[in-house]
């Protein structure tokens, strides 16, 4: 397995450009099984991730071919060879039940595999079955499989989510651009990914109004076209990029950076003592001296504070001027890279989903391990103002998130390069 060393260093300086969103593309993907006609995604990022949905897309039998070194995912979904979504591939990613919407609009029936707890939660589907089945769906768990099925097709319906689930909301809206008559669907996330995803579904023929609101409607219709949609930026990339100034001090511009994306976070970093201006190409962030002040993160659904940009915050507070409190509410185990951090003499105490941070004036750099995915990044965040050297273990979960780090983070001055294992 790779890993990364990061030695730390002054101030940083120069241009990184923001990739488009991981989780934008892993709903995008998947609405390719709404239509016979081919889905063209642009600017889509070259992650392992998105490698996975392409396999699982092409086991149902899409055609999915990557062009222009993966920034473009052409799909076509005109024969589909089955509506099973095997486990071993639905294991190494919970977006996989992202087809489950999309499989029972399109062919009334569905098996998807659960994807299983991974280390940030148990992570159940329950908001999402309980909207399928508010829309007609008949759906049992037999060895681990949703079985799912629909006849006649789905039926639209007034539903409200007991919580804003992102993929709840993503399942239900593809879902219901092909069910008979209007679903108006409640309490429904506000996330820019979803945004994205009815913009495209909007390019494809579907009725939806209401994206970024609590409340979307969708009016179901007969069929959908084929599109070409631009993938939009990542803003969980974006918030972590923007941390890398603020971590050492100096002034890096994130290119394609768009502060509506970010809203809830830069109110904390200028908290915090960190400048964000907007510039022609995208957010412009400096540090220019003294230490950051500590400053308090609650996580929650947007437009709150992103819990995916939780673990780099908390990099952050370490360092800081001053004592900070994030409270994690999304997800029921997200510090694990609490003890990573404290082996770099971070000061932190985690109980139950509040982590006190006590900031100290610098991290000293050390062999560290790799949990998740945004705790990975948080970490080499860590590395990068931490004196000497630090080694982030099992990489593997950096790349499904984040497309050429070393690359990125080495235009701007970072000291770090990855390592292959024998
Ligand atoms: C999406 O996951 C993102 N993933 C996550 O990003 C992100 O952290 C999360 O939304 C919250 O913003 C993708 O978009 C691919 P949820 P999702 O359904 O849809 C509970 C990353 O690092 N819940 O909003 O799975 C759930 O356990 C990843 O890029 C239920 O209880 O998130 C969690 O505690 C990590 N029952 C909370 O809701 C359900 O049926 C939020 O889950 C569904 C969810």
């Given amino acids: 397995?790779?890993?990364?060393?990061?030695?730390?260093?002054?101030?940083?300086?120069?241009?990184?450009?923001?990739?488009?969103?991981?989780?934008?593309?892993?709903?995008?993907?998947?609405?390719?099984?709404?239509?016979?006609?081919?889905?063209?995604?642009?600017?889509?990022?070259?992650?392992?991730?998105?490698?996975?949905?392409?396999?699982?897309?092409?086991?149902?039998?899409?055609?999915?071919?990557?062009?222009?070194?993966?920034?473009?995912?052409?799909?076509?979904?005109?024969?589909?060879s089955t509506t099973r979504a095997e486990?071993?591939?639905?294991?190494?990613?919970?977006?996989?039940?992202?087809?489950?919407?999309?499989?029972?609009?399109?062919?009334?029936?569905?098996?998807?595999?659960?994807?299983?707890?991974?280390?940030?939660?148990?992570?159940?589907?329950?908001?999402?079955?309980?909207?399928?089945?508010?829309?007609?769906a008949e759906i049992e768990l037999k060895d681990g499989y949703l079985h799912a099925k629909a006849p006649g097709g789905l039926k639209g319906a007034v539903h409200e989510l007991r919580f804003a689930s992102v993929?709840?909301?993503?399942?239900?809206?593809?879902?219901?651009?092909?069910?008979?008559?209007?679903?108006?669907?409640?309490?429904?996330?506000?996330?820019?990914?979803?945004?994205?995803?009815?913009?495209?579904?909007?390019?494809?023929?579907?009725?939806?109004?209401?994206?970024?609101?609590?409340?979307?409607?969708?009016?179901?219709?007969?069929?959908?076209?084929?599109?070409?949609?631009p993938v939009v930026t990542d803003r969980i990339e974006l918030g972590t990029y923007m941390l890398a100034p603020a971590i050492c001090g100096g002034e890096v511009e994130l290119l394609g950076g768009r502060i509506d994306l970010v809203g809830a976070f830069?109110?904390?970093?200028?908290?915090?003592?960190?400048?964000?201006?907007?510039?022609?190409?995208?957010?412009?962030?400096?540090?220019?001296?003294?230490?950051?002040?500590?400053?308090?993160?609650?996580?929650?659904?947007?437009?709150?504070?992103?819990t995916d940009l939780q673990a780099q915050m908390m990099a952050l507070m370490c360092t800081a001027e001053g004592t900070s409190v994030l409270e994690e509410r999304i997800f029921e185990n997200r510090f694990m890279h609490a003890p990573e951090l404290m082996r770099m003499g971070a000061e932190i105490e985690v109980h139950g989903g509040t982590a006190t941070v006590t900031g100290v004036e610098k991290l000293k750099g050390a062999p560290v391990m790799a949990t998740d995915l945004r705790a990975s990044v948080s970490l080499i965040l860590a590395g990068l103002a931490a004196e000497g050297e630090t080694i982030v273990n099992r990489v593997y979960h950096l790349d499904r998130g984040y497309e050429r780090v070393e690359e990125k983070l080495r235009n701007i001055g970072a000291r770090i390069?990855?390592?292959n294992a024998e």
């Avoid at 002054?10 to 709404?34: R, W, Y």
């Avoid at 062919?107 to 007609?136: F, K, N, Y």
């Avoid at 579907?206 to 007969?222: K, L, M, P, R, Y």
Wanted: aromatic letters at 2%; a negative charge; hydrophobic letters at 40%.
């Fill in 1 to 80: 397995m790779d890993s990364i060393i990061v030695t730390g260093n002054g101030p940083l300086k120069g241009q990184i450009p923001i990739a488009g969103a991981k989780n934008a593309c892993l709903t995008l993907m998947p609405a390719t099984l709404l239509s016979e006609e081919p889905l063209t995604l642009t600017n889509a990022p070259r992650l392992s991730d998105i490698k996975t949905m392409t396999e699982l897309l092409q086991s149902l039998g899409a055609e999915v071919t990557s062009m222009q070194d993966g920034q473009v995912q052409a799909m076509s979904s005109h024969n589909l």
């Fill in 87 to 136: 486990y071993d591939i639905v294991r190494k990613m919970r977006a996989s039940n992202l087809v489950l919407g999309p499989l029972l609009a399109r062919e009334h029936h569905a098996e998807v595999s659960l994807p299983g707890g991974c280390a940030i939660g148990a992570r159940p589907m329950d908001l999402h079955i309980t909207a399928l089945e508010a829309m007609g």
């Fill in 167 to 229: 993929g709840a909301t993503e399942n239900v809206v593809m879902a219901a651009t092909l069910a008979k008559g209007t679903t108006v669907l409640k309490n429904a996330a506000r996330e820019p990914e979803i945004v994205d995803l009815v913009h495209c579904l909007r390019k494809m023929g579907a009725q939806i109004e209401g994206e970024g609101t609590s409340t979307i409607t969708i009016q179901g219709v007969d069929r959908l076209s084929g599109a070409t949609h």
């Fill in 266 to 306: 830069c109110e904390k970093l200028d908290a915090a003592g960190i400048s964000v201006e907007e510039t022609d190409s995208g957010l412009k962030v400096a540090r220019k001296n003294g230490r950051v002040r500590a400053v308090d993160v609650v996580t929650e659904p947007f437009p709150g504070f992103p």
């Fill in 417 to 419: 390069e990855r390592v």
